[in-house]
């Protein structure tokens, strides 16, 4: 069962912008109005009434025309995917947003009432698998964690204990050291791929060997609840339930979490696995 999130609702804030395609309007500014439902955990604010337990909206509002005055942008898509984020960066129980940017005077030259871009953003659960068999593999491993948590868009909120464990696929190498990560982002599973990605570069990965020795090794288990499927990624990690090296730290921080397409948890996956 998930928790279902309350909302805050902001409607019709009249804000004064300079954002468009055209000189004039990025010159002399125009009207704006801005529509955001955010998502939260009001319960405690409501029973305490309690506005620190809460969202301040009055905060939001200045937030937001403030946000509005100090950039430019020639896309409201910019404004809205940039103002998203920076308030989910802002105020931290906020969970997700659906925010609307409407332009009532948008110059088309034909009679219309306004043009809006409507995006709903949010945080994301990530569970981020990590091994290293090169080098230091502790210090990589740590230097790894540690390149993640400087990502704005990333917070790094537990890890597993490492592990030590055999080589899998085959090749012959060292034993490795294998851990797990819970990570919230803000990031889409594209994304995130990329950034780990630059962070095994970081490490001085090199992709010669399939299974092969590796100074670092990121891996996407699960993001949410997604299913992925594509060239470059595929989520949930479609060998994780062969591998006791990715389940045994998972278990350590999410045992009940299941898998979305065979719906078993994590635990059961490693019983299933050890038999």
Not at 8 to 15: A, H
Not at 105 to 124: C, D, N, Y
Not at 137 to 144: E, L, V
Not at 259 to 268: A, F, M, Q, R, Y
Request: aromatic content about 8%; proline content about 5%.
């Amino acid at each position: 069962m998930t928790e279902e999130l309350d909302q805050i609702q902001i409607k019709n804030l009249e804000v004064f912008g300079k954002h468009g395609v055209f000189q004039e309007e990025n010159k002399l500014g125009q009207k704006f109005l801005i529509n955001a439902a955010v998502y939260t955990h009001t319960r405690e604010a409501g029973l305490k009434d309690d506005l620190t337990k809460s969202i301040h909206y009055g905060e939001m509002a200045h937030f937001m025309t403030d946000f509005m005055i100090n950039h430019t942008y020639q896309l409201i898509e910019t404004v809205a995917e940039q103002m998203a984020r920076a308030l989910l960066l802002a105020f931290p129980a906020m969970e997700k947003i659906t925010l609307e940017i409407c332009k009532p005077w948008a110059p088309v030259g034909l009679p219309m009432e306004t043009v809006s871009v409507k995006i709903t953003r949010g945080w994301h659960c990530a569970y981020v698998a990590v091994g290293s068999n090169l080098g230091d593999r502790g210090a990589y491993i740590r230097k790894g964690v540690e390149a993640l948590g400087e990502n704005q868009d990333c917070i790094v909120e537990k890890e597993s204990q490492i592990i030590v464990t055999k080589p899998y696929g085959g090749v012959e190498q060292p034993d490795f050291l294998n851990g797990m990560l819970k990570i919230r982002t803000l990031l889409s599973p594209m994304e995130l791929l990329d950034l780990l990605h630059q962070v095994e570069q970081g490490a001085h990965r090199e992709r010669k060997i399939h299974w092969g020795p590796r100074t670092l090794d990121l891996d996407i288990i699960f993001y949410d609840d997604w299913i992925v499927d594509e060239k470059r990624l595929q989520i949930p990690h479609p060998d994780m339930q062969n591998r006791e090296f990715v389940l045994k730290p998972l278990a350590e921080l999410a045992p009940y979490y299941r898998h979305p397409l065979s719906g078993k948890t994590v635990e059961e996956m490693l019983l299933a696995l050890k038999k």
